[in-house]
């Protein structure tokens, strides 16, 4: 037991975070994360000795994710339908100015969802673009790409410029 709070008190906020901006729920993403520690605490040999403990837990959290929504004959949400999106920046932005919020999250959502996952593992979850390209099986330059692509994406809804970038 005190194996899984040490987990919870390391990664949990953070992969709860992840977790329900990939499912769109918080209640889907409470219960994937307990799935999450038990697994983590199963291949506990090898998180131990992974180059990259984080990662490697964000790995089984998007392994897991997937799991639920093929179990539950479910996609992952998209644009509005993720009300992860919301929760995730609202506890992202210290005291935020609503309108601002509003208009945040509704660029993010905007953006093509694989550049939106290495925003928010970069940014908000504070993962290099090693540890990223771990967690989304692609290669660091990849995951680079995507970050500055999706940047400017999100410069530009931010701008008002939709659809051109």
Not at 39 to 49: A, S, V, W
Request: charged letters at 30%; proline letters at 4%.
């Amino acid at each position: 037991m005190r194996r899984v709070e040490e987990l919870y008190d390391r990664f949990g906020s953070r992969l709860f975070h992840y977790l329900a901006l990939k499912l769109g729920s918080r209640t889907d993403a409470e219960d994937v994360l307990q799935e999450v520690l038990f697994r983590l605490l199963r291949y506990r040999g090898r998180f131990r000795f992974a180059r990259s403990p984080a990662a490697f837990a964000f790995q089984v959290a998007q392994n897991e994710a997937a799991r639920f929504l093929t179990r539950n004959g479910r996609k992952p949400p998209a644009g509005a339908d993720a009300d992860g999106f919301g929760m995730l920046a609202a506890e992202i932005f210290d005291g935020p100015d609503p309108v601002m919020l509003e208009r945040a999250v509704g660029a993010l959502i905007r953006i093509p969802e694989a550049q939106r996952e290495v925003i928010v593992l970069k940014i908000y979850q504070g993962l290099s673009f090693r540890e990223i390209a771990t967690v989304c099986g692609i290669p660091a330059d990849t995951a680079a790409s995507r970050y500055r692509y999706g940047l400017e994406k999100l410069r530009a809804e931010l701008e008002g410029k939709h659809g051109r970038s």
